[in-house]
């Protein structure tokens, strides 16, 4: 079976389309390699690069790619929606075909020695390549975001994977790991207010939210750490934003294991959790790419008497209003078409 490896830098651009194509580009000019999409936002203020290829081929265009990231965008001037750490803010490799989880975690743990060696950028270890424990989850890492890693640098809990504990203004961090294949899923709700998508979120996300007693005060137990009441979804993890090209409030959805929760169960539960608040759900969307198989275990779920393959991927689209935004082409969209 021929080595087959999936990345997805997300990027702090979504606004400068120079910028973004000199990225697609950076990667274009791999051999080896395959890009499959670009997805900028403006509102996140971010883009989402996907590419596939051969290890080594992949290991050079991530770095290619975070290069030319360093050289043009600015994090100093940088404001967006998403949480960030860096201009090139994290990169992933996920294991296609012939290649394991720990094949990947070599990839990464090359791209990053590379990325701090040569461009001076302080490089963390996140997933399945993780150094410790308290640093495989990418929200934990990037807590207090861009604006307070100069902090974070000067402690020596968060001492870098690779490179020094320097702040590079310009360029901020880069969080790199291997993992499993993530679904980017996005639930709209007929409201602007990002409150309500955020209440939604702590609801659902397998992290859930703090614990309060009676005054409102956060529960600790005995080792000080603070008591969560987890949320309803496992292999989740959610955040309630703004989108102000549409005016509406979006629940932004990480699905990091797409078989334990696919994104029509995500789906189903945030439009039930809505209805609670007197909002409702009104379509979805997914950024970058998705298996086939998310969308026909969709379409069974709404069809259960379909067969056709072709069918159950409209009732899909249909069903979880993945067109209601942006048109949703299966042939750019789903990435057995795309490989």
């Known amino acids: 079976m021929k080595p087959l490896v999936e990345c997805v830098p997300n990027f702090s651009e979504g606004r400068n389309q120079a910028t973004i194509d000199a990225l697609g580009e950076a990667v274009r000019a791999v ?5 499959l999409g670009i997805e900028p936002d403006k509102d996140y203020n971010r883009c989402v690069v996907t590419f596939v290829g051969s290890p080594d081929g992949i290991v050079e265009a991530a770095f290619r790619a975070t290069k030319t990231a360093s050289e043009l965008i600015d994090m100093t001037a940088h404001k967006g929606e998403h949480p960030r750490i860096g201009a090139t803010d994290v990169v992933p490799f996920i294991p296609i075909s012939g290649v394991s989880m720990e094949d990947c975690v070599v990839l990464a743990r090359r791209y990053g020695e ?40 000067a402690d020596p809990v968060w001492k870098p994977d690779f490179g020094t504990a ?27 207010d990002p409150k309500i998508a955020h209440e939604i979120a702590l609801r659902i996300r397998e992290a859930g939210r703090p614990k309060k007693d009676a005054e409102g005060n956060t529960v600790k137990d005995e080792q000080g750490r603070t008591v969560k009441i987890p949320g309803t979804l496992k292999a989740v993890k959610a955040m309630g934003v703004f989108l102000e090209r549409f005016n509406i409030a979006q629940v932004s959805i990480n699905l990091v294991d797409f078989e334990v929760t696919p994104p029509h169960v995500a789906f189903e539960e945030v439009r039930k959790q809505a209805k609670t608040l007197g909002v409702e759900a009104t379509g979805s969307e997914i950024v970058g790419l998705t298996p086939k198989e998310a969308l026909l275990a969709a379409g069974r ?39």
């Open 31 to 35: 051999a080896g390699v395959k890009l």
């Open 166 to 192: 320097t702040f590079n203004a310009k360029s901020g961090a880069t969080v790199t790991g291997a993992r499993k294949f993530l679904i980017a899923y996005n639930v709209n709700l007929n409201t602007p």
């Open 301 to 339: 779920f709404y069809a259960p008497d379909e067969q056709e393959e072709r069918r159950l991927i409209e009732v899909a689209i249909e069903k979880l209003g993945l067109s209601r935004l942006e048109k949703f082409d299966p042939k750019k969209k789903i990435i057995e078409e795309q490989v």
């Open 114 to 153: 590379r990325v701090a060696r040569e461009l001076a950028i302080p490089v963390y270890l996140y997933e399945y390549a993780a150094s410790r424990p308290e640093r495989r989850n990418l929200a934990d890492i990037r807590k207090g975001e861009y604006e307070g890693l100069k902090e974070k640098l």
